[in-house]
């Protein structure tokens, strides 16, 4: 079954340490992965895709295939980043399989 | 160029009643898909919907249906609700029909149910 999971539920960390949001994938082909970002009262929003390979807002995720990992990461966490974040898996055109989520909080 | 609406933002049902949401993509995509998320289950997919098709239906009772119009609005119905129904039910939109790499998927707000 496809499956992303995301193990950590809480995670805190201090502002201008590194963070790293941990997410596993089970998938057989090709796997598409996204992060998505909810802030407070604000709705789901993509924050990057493995296949853009980009940076934004500092953070960045790397596939790889070998772990079937796609954790997020930035160097130095700010504190507009608390959040929660969803790590999900494309199944279909419009079809999203997300991880439990992980709730970000960045202390002062 | 606005973005994913859906209403009501907030209702409140009685076990037993039904309840129709509604979803406008933004202008342009014509692909639709409605999600449930719940503390306990978090994010689930509903159903897919392009064209006026059902293309994808996620693993949920036969109480759950939807629809989409020519004009690619889309409404989904809740029946015979239950307690459990209660939710946050997300309507998402993208502007082409495949699994494509620049097929970025946008959510709305979402509408706030809560079964009584």
């Known amino acids: 079954a496809q499956r992303v999971t995301q193990p950590e539920k809480l995670l805190s960390v201090f502002k201008g340490a590194p963070v790293e949001l941990k997410c596993n994938y089970s998938?057989?082909?090709?796997?598409?992965l996204f992060w998505y970002v909810q802030y407070s009262r604000q709705r789901l929003q993509l924050l990057l895709r493995?296949?853009s390979r980009e940076s934004i807002k500092g953070f960045t995720a790397d596939l790889n295939k070998g772990e079937t990992s796609f954790h997020l990461k930035k160097p130095f966490a700010q504190e507009e980043d608390s959040a929660m974040y969803y790590c999900?898996?494309?199944?279909?055109?419009?079809?999203?399989?997300f991880g439990q989520g992980t709730r970000l909080t960045i202390n002062p | 160029k606005a973005g994913v609406t859906q209403t009501p933002r907030y209702l409140i049902k009685t076990r037993g009643q039904q309840v129709t949401l509604s979803c406008s993509p933004i202008?342009?995509?014509?692909?639709v898909s409605w999600y449930q998320q719940t503390p306990g289950q978090g994010l689930q997919f509903l159903f897919e919907?392009?064209?006026?098709?059902?293309?994808n239906k996620g693993n949920f009772p036969g109480r759950f249906s939807g629809r989409q119009f020519s004009n690619s609005r889309s409404e989904m119905n809740v029946s015979t609700l239950e307690l459990g129904d209660s939710a946050l039910y997300l309507c998402?939109?993208?502007?082409?029909?495949?699994?494509?790499?620049?097929?970025?998927?946008?959510f709305g707000e979402g509408s706030w149910l809560t079964v009584v």
């Open positions: 998402a939109s993208s502007a082409a029909s495949g699994r494509l790499s620049g097929n970025t998927i946008y």
């Open positions: 998938y057989s082909g090709s796997p598409e």
């Open positions: 493995h296949i």
């Open positions: 999900a898996l494309r199944q279909g055109a419009q079809k999203l399989v």
């Open positions: 202008s342009g995509h014509r692909s």
């Open positions: 919907y392009f064209s006026e098709t059902q293309r």
